[in-house]
Structure formats: C-alpha cells, structure tokens
C-alpha cells in the first residue's frame, strides 16, 4: 500500500481548513484516510499557534513506515525539523523567452548605438 502524508480539506465554500491525514494514495482527497495527525488553517496569520498542529512523533513513525508527504507537508516537516527540505531549481523558468530576448537584444543596440557614435567623434 502506497501511504501519502496529505492534506484534506474541510470548512465550509471560501473558508478551507486542512486535517493532515495519513491515507491510501488511490483513496480520494477528502475520502478515507488511516490516521489524523493534525491539521492546518490557512485562514490564520503566518505566526498564530493554531495555524499548524501536528503530531511529530505520528509523523515520524509513519515516515518511517515508509508514508510519503506531499509537497506542503512536506514544508511543514522541513520547518519543523523532521525531514530534509527539498530544493526545487528550474533556472530555465526563470529565463526572458524569446520575444523578450529578442527585445533586450534590440535594446542593447539601441543604446550602444548613439554610445559608439559619440566616441567616434
């Protein structure tokens, strides 16, 4: 059986909550789940004690029993010190693409245009 360490969501239409749940991975997001180990409310400010609750030692046990987490538990246990934070790079993303590129491109020479007039003078 494939475990997944995952949030389920509850609340209420544009009011989420989140209990993080040990489940089956073929079992639906909010359906069955083995074990509650805690739970998450977006809603609350970043540093208020009821934003995130969890049970570390569950958590580890169920690592260990070889449950993987999702991306955002994941962060939870990283923040918390129980796993590894996992270090995402995808440098092409980040670059212009290629009209953006080519603009910069028209850009530069633009400017290096009057430049090298000047000094020629």
């Given at each position: 059986?494939?475990?997944?360490?995952?949030?389920?969501?509850?609340?209420?239409?544009?009011?989420?909550?989140?209990?993080?749940?040990?489940?089956?991975?073929?079992?639906?997001?909010?359906?069955?789940?083995?074990?509650?180990?805690?739970?998450?409310?977006?809603?609350?400010?970043?540093?208020?004690?009821?934003?995130?609750?969890?049970?570390?030692?569950?958590?580890?046990?169920?690592?260990?029993?070889?449950a993987?987490?999702?991306?955002?538990?994941?962060?939870?246990?990283?923040?918390?010190?129980?796993?590894?934070?996992?270090?995402?790079?995808?440098?092409?993303?980040?670059?212009?693409?290629?009209?953006?590129?080519?603009?910069?491109?028209?850009?530069?020479?633009?400017?290096?245009?009057?430049?090298?007039?000047?000094s020629?003078?």
């Amino acid at each position: 059986m494939a475990l997944r360490i995952r949030l389920a969501r509850g609340g209420t239409k544009k009011r989420p909550h989140y209990n993080i749940v040990i489940s089956d991975s073929r079992s639906p997001r909010d359906g069955r789940f083995i074990q509650k180990i805690g739970f998450y409310n977006p809603l609350l400010p970043s540093d208020h004690a009821d934003r995130l609750k969890l049970d570390l030692e569950a958590a580890k046990a169920w690592i260990a029993k070889g449950a993987v987490a999702s991306d955002r538990v994941h962060k939870f246990l990283a923040k918390s010190g129980l796993v590894k934070a996992r270090i995402h790079n995808n440098p092409q993303k980040s670059q212009p693409k290629k009209k953006a590129q080519e603009r910069a491109a028209a850009n530069a020479a633009a400017v290096a245009a009057p430049a090298e007039e000047a000094s020629a003078s």
